[in-house]
């Protein structure tokens, strides 16, 4: 006895991408950092955590000013660190959920420090960098140097590096130019 056969069925449709997925796929397709796509993501589960599982599509600006605010009054948060986690948010809304967000700037929100920040002298500076070795000592001397960001230090290469003319060449660095910059005598 034969079993009667099952008709062909179609293949199943690719599952749709989960919200954070979508939003590292925009992110790279913008050429954001890999700190940035990781700290937006971070910024965005917390408000959707926050909203108690709610998907962003189903919130707007109430929600976000909410959030905000919390950010402020409750968590005590900087004001930089406000405008990290506001800026992950319109990125979600704008980016990967296609809905423009007029954002009002009558929001609760933290005051930015006027207090100077601590710089070391230059004499300062050199003792601490003395008193390292090796490859961090060769490290912190070229960011001091140079003006490089760690992560424009840590992607030197051996090309990028002119002897003849005192200068570094700085490929990729924030923002994705591609800058030059002095190269000390001591280094």
């Given at each position: 006895q034969n079993p009667t056969?099952?008709?062909?069925?179609?293949?199943?449709?690719?599952?749709?991408k989960k919200l954070l997925e979508q939003v590292s796929d925009a992110i790279r397709i913008k050429h954001y950092s890999q700190r940035t796509e990781q700290t937006y993501i971070d910024w965005i589960r917390r408000y959707i955590l926050f909203h108690n599982k709610r998907h962003p599509k189903d919130m707007?600006?109430?929600?976000?000013?909410?959030?905000?605010?919390?950010l402020?009054?409750?968590?005590?948060l900087s004001a930089s660190s406000q405008n990290q986690a506001l800026s992950a948010i319109l990125f979600l809304?704008?980016?990967?959920?296609?809905?423009e967000i007029d954002f009002p700037s009558d929001v609760i929100r933290a005051e930015k420090s006027k207090t100077l920040p601590t710089v070391l002298t230059q004499q300062e500076a050199m003792t601490v960098?003395?008193?390292?070795?090796?490859?961090?000592?060769l490290m912190t001397k070229i960011l001091y140097g140079?003006?490089?960001?760690?992560?424009?230090?840590?992607?030197?290469?051996?090309?990028?590096?002119?002897?003849?003319?005192?200068t570094l060449i700085v490929r990729d660095g924030k923002g994705e130019n591609d800058r030059a910059t002095i190269l000390p005598e001591s280094l």
């Open positions: 056969p099952t008709p062909p069925q179609d293949p199943p449709s690719p599952k749709a707007g600006v109430p929600e976000i000013q909410a959030f905000i605010t919390h402020a009054t409750q968590r005590h809304y704008r980016h990967v959920l296609n809905k960098i003395n008193k390292m070795t090796g490859l961090p000592q140079s003006g490089l960001r760690l992560m424009e230090c840590l992607r030197l290469r051996v090309k990028d590096i002119d002897f003849g003319n005192h």
